[in-house]
């Protein structure tokens, strides 16, 4: 049974990653970050960023090599929501897991994902927070 059901993005991601799961090779990486990136939709920071862990959590399960590029876009949200301390990226990841506030909920493979792997990822993690801080500086 589907774990999403709306929005539409979302059911066919969900589509993509049984396949990907299924036949892993089928895909090259620009091709799974493509269809991960087709998923976002439009709303305010926090609930994008909620949405955009939820998203990109089985991805990330699925090819670990891919967790920099896909961790961009929630800590841009972040950021674009006013986060300034880059170690507060981690709660909002977990809480993506435990206690979804928009509706995105993450698919069990994603919870499990945000629970026990996102805090490995800390150093890499407030890299990127750093990089995208300095990239959304006025120039």
């Known amino acids: 049974m589907p ?19 299924a036949s892993p090779e089928s ?6 970050l493509a269809h991960i990136n087709r998923a976002f939709f439009p709303t305010n920071c926090w609930a994008f960023a909620e949405a955009a862990f939820a998203i990109i959590a ?14 961009v876009s929630p800590i841009q949200a ?5 986060l300034e301390n880059p ?9 993506t897991a435990t206690k979804f506030i928009f509706g995105t909920e ?6 499990k994902w945000l629970l026990e792997e996102w805090p490995r ?12 801080w300095q990239a959304m500086l006025p120039k």
């Open 87 to 95: 170690n507060d990226i981690f709660a909002q990841g977990t809480a």
């Open 58 to 71: 089985p991805g990330c399960a699925m090819r670990p090599h891919l967790v920099r590029q896909l961790i």
């Open 27 to 32: 895909f090259n990486d620009e091709e799974f």
């Open 106 to 111: 993450p698919t069990p493979e994603g919870k």
């Open 121 to 132: 990822v800390q150093e890499v993690a407030i890299q990127v927070f750093h990089e995208q």
């Open 3 to 21: 774990h999403w059901t709306s929005p539409q993005q979302l059911v066919e991601l969900e589509a993509f990653y049984e396949k990907a799961r």
């Open 78 to 82: 972040m950021i674009a929501g006013g």
